[in-house]
């Protein structure tokens, strides 16, 4: 019986050891160690989330939708953790757009973490998450979507895979679009579903832009410099269409042609390569190039201004004049005739031109020339704009004034010349031209402008223009059924960069003109880059395309056709 108690005892004795050794861990770990404990069960069971801003949509004049964020998620693997490598290859590729061996290859990787993926869309996503493949992981992110495809790609531009812009708006507007991203506070049960989600501070979306841009306007322009790539084969193309009188861009293409979509989910390599080959380049203002004779309206301009000629002056015209050790020709043999300034305008003539910027002298014609801001940023705002090159008197050569005033010897941009343009057409006010609308849904105050010649000046010269599409003009073959047209033709040599000198091959053919002649509405510059096949000139490459631009674009903007015989006569255009 003692025996009994003794065990009964020494039990007793050992349960209440364990009691106390229990209850002495429950005061350290519910004092001393509470804190690490729930730090590590919040750890466990509660986490903090990144939610993503959506990008701000980018839309053109109407409301058309050209850029738009939508849900998607990131990919990632620890490929440690993937039990059956082959088998969640096998599963993963199709939802990917993957090869399973490129799948394969990733699970396979060493490291801790890999993306498979970026920006997939979010119902691909769901499909992977239903899979339940342990070590596979998706993170919501925004994904960039252009719904109109390679419509003006090149001004819009693309976001990188970490959310800001590389080229494009999205890139000079980065701050306005990418908004801010948000936080949430998750709590999950054992199995890691989530049974509570408390916002912390919600995404701040970006500001939509709405640009100048008329969807349907540069939709034409892209297809009419399209049907120049297949004929004329051209290195790359680009048109601007623009009211001049407000500075606003309503068409800006480029060729070839580039689909943002494409560019947006380029891996690196392939972004690279697409930057390589220059389909990133917004050649509307960043091609520099000699502009040759749609030079010459600020020589004639600057004439007119300081009073050294008017349309009527007449002036003797050889085939061809000496400036020092330089002889000039124009483009069509001729014998010697006088002729007035308007039919030297019309005819191009390089050696009536030539003359005229005799008269102007050096310093007069540099200071026209920088007047029209050549040489300088136009305030245009997109990212990547060139300013050319202009020289300063005292770098001119000897033979500068048989070169300068014809358009052969500085370099200029399409934006430049476009604005340039502008201000001879809406009465001599130079305004920076323009791509973005409104912000936020409130619209920017217009550019100022200033004044660079005259009313009657910049009339004069318009009227001397429409004679380059009138019959013995170098572009006689263009025009559209009720509106009287003005501009410019323009046919230039390269320089041959292994030679240094001009090419007898490579040429940039153009053209900048603008209707109604008398009080114009909308102008428009074709600018082609070495044209290979067909013909090589402005008349007969870029004009045309100016026409076919412009046949469309005036009746569709509600633009009335003049009334009287010169809209009569202005035949059809050419397809």
């Not at 390599?269 to 390589?276: D, R, T, V």
């Not at 004044?451 to 599409?469: D, H, I, N, P």
């Not at 040599?493 to 292994?498: A, S």
Request: glycine share 10%.
């Amino acid at each position: 019986m003692a025996s009994v108690q003794r065990r009964a005892g020494l039990i007793f004795a050992a349960l209440f050891v364990l009691l106390a050794l229990a209850a002495i861990r429950t005061l350290y770990l519910g004092t001393v160690h509470s804190g690490t404990l729930r730090q590590d069960a919040s750890e466990e069971h509660e986490t903090l989330e990144a939610v993503p801003a959506p990008r701000g949509t980018i839309t053109d004049r109407d409301g058309v939708v050209l850029a738009v964020s939508e849900p998607a998620d990131d990919i990632s693997a620890t490929p440690y953790l993937v039990k059956k490598p082959l088998q969640a290859a096998k599963q993963l590729a199709p939802l990917l757009d993957q090869s399973e061996s490129e799948v394969l290859h990733e699970l396979g990787e060493s490291s801790t973490f890999v993306y498979l993926a970026r920006s997939l869309p979010a119902a691909r996503a769901k499909q992977i998450q239903a899979l339940g493949i342990e070590g596979i992981e998706e993170t919501p992110t925004m994904r960039r979507v252009y719904p109109r495809g390679t419509l003006a790609a090149q001004v819009l531009g693309v976001p990188g895979t970490e959310g800001q812009g590389l080229f494009g708006l999205e890139y000079s507007s980065n701050a306005t679009l990418e908004g801010e991203e948000g936080q949430r506070h998750v709590v999950s049960d054992e199995i890691g579903q989530p049974i509570s989600i408390t916002d912390v501070h919600r995404e701040v979306p970006g500001k939509a832009v709405s640009l100048t841009l008329d969807a349907n306007i540069q939709h034409r322009a892209e297809a009419v410099l399209g049907a120049i790539g297949s004929v004329f084969h051209p290195k790359d193309a680009t048109a601007i269409v623009a009211n001049p009188n407000t500075g606003e861009v309503l068409a800006m293409a480029n060729w070839p042609q580039l689909n943002a979509n494409y560019a947006a989910e380029a891996s690196p390599a392939q972004f690279g390569k697409l930057e390589e080959e220059g389909l990133l380049e917004n050649r509307a203002v960043g091609f520099n190039y000699e502009p040759g004779s749609t030079f010459k309206a600020v020589t004639f301009s600057g004439a007119l201004e300081e009073g050294l000629i008017t349309p009527e002056t007449t002036i003797n015209v050889p085939d061809e004049i000496q400036v020092a050790n330089r002889v000039i020709h124009d483009d069509e043999p001729h014998p010697e005739e006088t002729l007035t300034a308007s039919e030297i305008l019309a005819r191009s003539s390089n050696v009536g031109t030539i003359k005229i910027g005799a008269m102007l002298g050096p310093y007069k014609f540099n200071d026209w020339v920088r007047r029209y801001g050549f040489g300088s940023h136009t305030g245009i705002d997109l990212p990547g704009e060139e300013i050319g090159e202009v020289l300063t008197p005292s770098e001119y050569s000897g033979s500068s004034m048989g070169n300068l005033p014809i358009g052969q010897g500085e370099a200029v941009t399409p934006i430049q010349i476009v604005t340039a343009y502008s201000a001879i057409a809406n009465g001599g006010i130079l305004r920076p031209t323009h791509v973005i609308r409104s912000i936020g849904g409130k619209a920017l105050p217009l550019p100022a402008g200033r004044r660079v010649v005259s009313a009657k000046t910049a009339a004069e010269v318009r009227k001397m223009m429409e004679g380059v599409l009138a019959p013995g003009g170098t572009a006689s073959e263009v025009s559209v059924p009720g509106y009287q047209l003005a501009g410019k033709t323009g046919t230039a040599n390269k320089i041959d960069p292994e030679t240094g000198e001009y090419s007898e091959t490579a040429y940039v053919a153009s053209f900048v003109g603008f209707a109604p002649a008398s009080h114009p509405k909308l102008l428009c510059a074709v600018v082609v880059d070495e044209p290979e096949t067909g013909s090589i000139y402005g008349g007969t490459v870029a004009a045309p395309a100016f026409g076919q631009i412009m046949a469309f674009a005036l009746p569709y903007l509600g633009i009335a056709p003049e009334s009287g015989a010169a809209a009569e006569e202005s035949g059809t255009t050419p397809e």
